[in-house]
């Protein structure tokens, strides 16, 4: 069974950071380009970063300059830092294939207050 397993969000206030972690089954995370999503609410989810198996990245305009996505393909792990948050950021967080066919894990929620 394929598993995506996010983690570190909270609740930080406006301008803070914090770092999110996706542990990937290897069979996937090996051979395929991976990316972080988030869904606000009442809002559909969307792509925000992405990273190749190669390592090269993308980013919504939304969030280009303050979010860096990375990758460490040895311990088949994906990160998401995030700084300069700002409340419209508030999501719950998850990280997917590019594209996305894997199930979707519970993600973790990032709250940002104003």
């Known amino acids: 069974q394929v598993q995506l397993v996010e983690s570190g969000g909270g609740l930080v206030q406006s301008g803070g950071s914090l770092r999110l972690s996706c542990a990937a089954s290897?069979?996937?995370?090996?051979?395929?380009?991976m990316g972080w999503y988030r869904r606000a609410p009442g809002e559909q989810r969307e792509l925000v970063a992405r990273?190749?198996?190669?390592?090269?990245?993308n980013y919504a305009d939304s969030v280009k300059g303050r979010f860096t996505i990375s990758r460490d393909n040895a311990k088949n792990m994906v990160y998401l830092q995030m700084n300069s948050l700002q409340p419209e950021d508030t999501a719950v967080f998850y990280c997917?294939?590019?594209?996305?066919?894997?199930?979707w894990g519970q993600g973790t929620q990032v709250t940002v207050s104003s």
């Open positions: 997917n294939t590019i594209p996305a066919f894997v199930s």
């Open positions: 290897g069979s996937i995370f090996r051979n395929n380009g």
């Open positions: 990273i190749t198996s190669g390592g090269r990245t």
